[in-house]
């Protein structure tokens, strides 16, 4: 089993950057690929970006966010970051991240195990 606690939101203007943190528990973690996803108030869970267990080949990016954010891991430290850059009001969401048991950080919420309970980002304009 893993658990997920994420960190790092919080209230940043227009232009702005945040960093974001989810910290594993669990021999496992390893093993799971990892992604971000965000959900805004009155709208579904979407793909933000994700990464292989190893961390090895090219992380996935949703096209909005494309070139503006970063998805890294530390397997030593079971730990998963998303630097994100020239914040726009549109980023203002709950940030999740969750453990995909297939390795891959996909994009598809169904195939994620666990998730934490997730990080408010406000980005004010």
């Known amino acids: 089993q893993v658990q997920l606690v994420e960190s790092g939101g919080g209230l940043v203007q227009a232009g702005g950057s945040l960093r974001l943190s989810c910290a594993a528990s669990?021999?496992?973690?390893?093993?799971?690929?990892m992604g971000w996803f965000r959900q805004a108030p009155g709208k579904e869970r979407e793909f933000v970006a994700g990464?292989?267990?190893?961390?090895?080949?090219?992380?996935n990016y949703a096209d909005s966010v494309k070139g503006r954010v970063t998805i890294s891991r530390d397997n030593a430290k079971n730990t998963v970051s998303l630097q994100m850059r020239s914040l726009k009001p549109d980023d203002t969401a709950g940030y999740y991240c969750?453990?995909?048991?297939?390795?891959?950080?996909?994009?598809?919420?169904?195939?994620?195990?666990?998730w934490g309970q997730g990080t408010q980002g406000t980005v004010s304009s």
């Open positions: 990464i292989s267990w190893s961390g090895g080949g090219m992380p």
């Open positions: 669990g021999r496992t973690f390893s093993t799971y690929g």
């Open positions: 969750g453990a995909d048991h297939d390795g891959l950080g996909q994009a598809r919420p169904g195939e994620y195990e666990y």
